[in-house]
């Protein structure tokens, strides 16, 4: 009778165990279903002054998977053969979300309302990888590798455009507590990356049309675009290279810098974008 009871107690013990162990899955399990390892997110979308100042701005709600890299065979173009080359890319997913407008202007409200809009609302990204090392840089613009994104989109297991098929008019607006998504989704792919680089910066253009009229270095006047800035380091080197050796420095944060992708390259440097203490515009 003993024995009975002592197995019975025990097999109560391992069933409430069980329980508490497998309780808290179906949220864990929720939230993977809901950010689908989409986790670096910047925290600011845009300030009041901004919105005044710009009555048609608009602000894609991006969110990013971790930076990766895959060796495969590519065809190279001049020898038409496939080598083993080393890819970094980098999967986003960009909604539009509804922004909230002044609701009146006042004397103290700023206006631009002599500067007719950039462009039609489309989504055109442009998207740099600066590494910065020694206190030298280079740039790396988004490259379009056809035979690259099929195998990426087999591994991610959804179908990314590269920047020239994403091209497009902006989708509907979805509203933060909206139970489906207008989302659309990208895929920006480099090869040749030196592999020594240590640290390196993402320059993403094309995720709003905000933009600002100031003096340039020459006293004339310069358009500066609001560009998501997402800093990286890696302590591998060049032998034995892994995705897992990417870490963001931070989170992704918003800055105006120029259309020319050297003149940002020199004002990243000038603003020390890659420094510790670097806070969020």
Do not use: H
């Amino acid at each position: 009778m003993r024995q009975l009871l002592k197995r019975s107690a025990l097999t109560t013990f391992i069933c409430s165990c069980l329980a508490l162990l497998t309780g808290g899955m179906p949220a864990q399990a929720q939230e993977n279903k809901l950010t689908r390892g989409f986790t670096i997110k910047p925290d600011l979308t845009a300030t009041g002054e901004e919105r005044a100042t710009q009555k048609s701005l608009w602000v894609l709600d991006a969110t990013f998977k971790p930076m990766r890299m895959i060796r495969m065979d590519l065809t190279n173009p001049k020898t038409g053969k496939k080598e083993k080359t080393l890819v970094w890319y980098l999967v986003y997913k960009c909604v539009l979300r509804p922004l909230e407008r002044p609701g009146s202007s006042n004397d103290l409200t700023p206006q631009n309302a002599e500067v007719p809009p950039l462009g039609p609302s489309l989504f055109v990204p442009e998207v740099v990888l600066i590494t910065n090392d020694n206190g030298q840089q280079t740039s790396y613009p988004n490259q379009i590798v056809p035979e690259a994104e099929v195998i990426i989109n087999k591994r991610e297991r959804r179908q990314f455009k590269n920047a020239v098929d994403i091209i497009g008019e902006l989708p509907p607006e979805t509203a933060a507590d909206a139970k489906s998504e207008n989302a659309i989704y990208g895929v920006c792919v480099w090869t040749g990356i030196d592999p020594n680089t240590d640290y390196f910066t993402i320059l993403f253009y094309g995720l709003s049309n905000g933009y600002k009229k100031v003096e340039g270095p020459d006293g004339k006047e310069m358009t500066l675009r609001k560009v998501l800035v997402q800093q990286y380091w890696r302590p591998g080197d060049q032998f034995g290279q892994q995705e897992q050796e990417f870490r963001p420095k931070g989170s992704p944060f918003w800055q105006y810098l120029p259309d020319d992708p050297e003149q940002a390259a020199e004002m990243e440097k000038k603003l020390n974008l890659n420094a510790a203490e670097q806070k969020q515009p």
